[in-house]
């Protein structure tokens, strides 16, 4: 079995909007593909939040995310984050990936060809904040540790090593309940760290962004995967 967790979301329709159920979403585990079984805008634009009613809470005065305080900081500021998304790409270069979005509100389905595969894609919409990072683990199998930031996935360092590329994080700060293109940075440098046993896993990041900015985060909730290969 290849499978690790299945999303329970079907059909979908590309386009449409898609609101995460408010229930616990309910994830097949196999173990197969995971160990220990138990885009973005270069701008150097600021990102600064802006206060509405809307506006990011402080950590002491919500339990943010279903399971424990979990939130993004920028500019002494938190924002909820209350999902996570996994996208399981499996084998790659001598490693095992997986893509993770971070964020909360609702999602825009979207669909999108690639090496020739339809694939349909959950993007985060009316959010105030996201966190995404494509992990590599070496080996045939993905598994907690520390993954750092590597500019380059060519680079022959890299064997052996876990490592995260193609990150991104932003907040709304236009007060539109959307992340755009102009909000989002590049990572630049930084550590993703994922501790804990399957399912209960947790997510810790803290990174620099290309606009200079630094942002910290961590997931503790629930998690819905697909797998993509």
Known sequence: MSTVFKNTVQPLVSGELYQRPTQKIVVTLLCAALTGCGGSSG????ISAV???QSPVM???VNNGPAGNSGLSIDELRYPLNVALGDIWGPENEHYRIDFTLSNGNFEVELQVIDGVEHTFLVPAQTTAVFHARLFNPGENFDVGTYAYAASVSDSSLSGVPYFTAAYAGVDTNVDDRV??????????????ITGTLPDIIIEFSVTLSNGQFVSGNYSGLYDFTERF
């Open 43 to 46: 701008s150097s634009e600021s």
């Open 51 to 53: 206060q509405n009613d």
């Open 59 to 61: 950590p002491d005065l």
């Open 180 to 193: 755009d293109d102009s909000e989002q940075f590049n990572v630049v440098d930084g550590l993703v760290q």
